[in-house]
């Protein structure tokens, strides 16, 4: 095993690669392809070594990558290139992470993950509120990375390739898969992607307890124990849009230490 370490431990923008080797299976094989083309990545973070060091190990992945130093720059590759996914870095200077992918939402629901040093509950939220797909916390492994990018790549494959698109009806929630609306109570809600998806999963499957492993896996293809506090956060944002009390939800219901239901027959309480 051998392993490439950016900055110091104190370094608070440090990432850490570790390459296993042996019973590995060879990266291309590995790879899950979105298009008959390798996924195009465009890493945007605005320390150079970062970026090279994103670029040489992406690139070991089979990936095709862009990188760009600031988010005005990443605005106008992303406006020129056929990009599958962005990794995008929130502590810029200038046009930050956030209003960077605040502007790509504006246009694109491409899926976009954070990389950030910090993994405070309310820059999550706000990344979630923006449209972020998902994070990661430097330092990371390359095997979490990699996990990361292959598991959206493949739920965004599956969606365009396998889905066939109808409209969801349940109460007074209405779901169009095919435009990515919702209407609640008759009136247009907006949601991210990812609250999208998440009530989603949840009307496929009306009156099911859905277990928050189940949730990890089938929303986000992924499973951390981080990843816990990000479903969290999402299904809150999402009862504070759709339920007219969010802290009695007559939809969202949590069956505490097991998981989350929609209710088709909805009653007031949790």
């Keep these: 095993?051998?392993?490439?370490?950016?900055?110091?431990?104190?370094?608070?923008?440090?990432?850490?690669?570790?390459?296993?080797?042996?019973?590995?299976?060879?990266?291309?094989?590995?790879?899950?392809?979105?298009?008959?083309?390798?996924?195009?990545?465009?890493?945007?973070?605005?320390?150079?070594?970062?970026?090279?060091?994103?670029?040489?190990?992406?690139?070991?992945?089979?990936?095709?990558?862009?990188?760009?130093?600031?988010?005005?720059?990443?605005?106008?590759?992303?406006?020129?290139?056929?990009i599958d996914l962005v990794l995008l870095d929130v502590d810029m200077p200038g046009m930050d992470g956030h209003t960077t992918c605040a502007e790509l939402r504006r246009h694109s629901h491409v899926p976009i993950v954070f990389v950030t040093a910090c993994a405070r509950t309310d820059e999550l939220i706000q990344g979630l509120q923006i449209g972020a797909d998902h994070y990661i916390t430097k330092p990371f492994t390359l095997q979490e990375l990699r996990a990361r990018i292959q598991a959206v790549l493949a739920r965004v494959s599956k969606g365009v390739h396998e889905h066939s698109f109808h409209s969801l009806h349940i109460g007074d929630i209405e779901l169009d898969e095919e435009n990515f609306e919702v209407r609640v109570r008759g009136q247009p809600t907006s949601l991210t992607p990812n609250e999208f998806r998440l009530l989603h999963y949840l009307m496929q499957h009306p009156d099911q307890l859905i277990s928050k492993n189940e949730f990890q896996s089938a929303v986000w293809g992924y499973q951390a124990s981080g990843d816990i506090n990000f479903m969290r956060v999402t299904m809150r944002r999402l009862r504070m849009k759709i339920e007219e009390n969010p802290s009695r939800p007559r939809y969202l219901k949590t069956v505490h230490g097991a998981g989350y239901q929609f209710c088709s027959q909805p009653s007031t309480g949790d």
């Design 1 to 82: 095993m051998a392993s490439v370490t950016h900055g110091s431990s104190s370094d608070s923008r440090a990432l850490t690669v570790v390459y296993t080797t042996g019973s590995e299976t060879s990266p291309q094989r590995t790879l899950q392809r979105t298009t008959e083309r390798p996924p195009q990545l465009l890493v945007v973070d605005d320390d150079a070594a970062m970026r090279r060091l994103l670029m040489m190990t992406l690139k070991q992945e089979g990936y095709t990558v862009i990188t760009a130093s600031n988010g005005e720059e990443a605005l106008d590759y992303f406006a020129k290139h056929a």
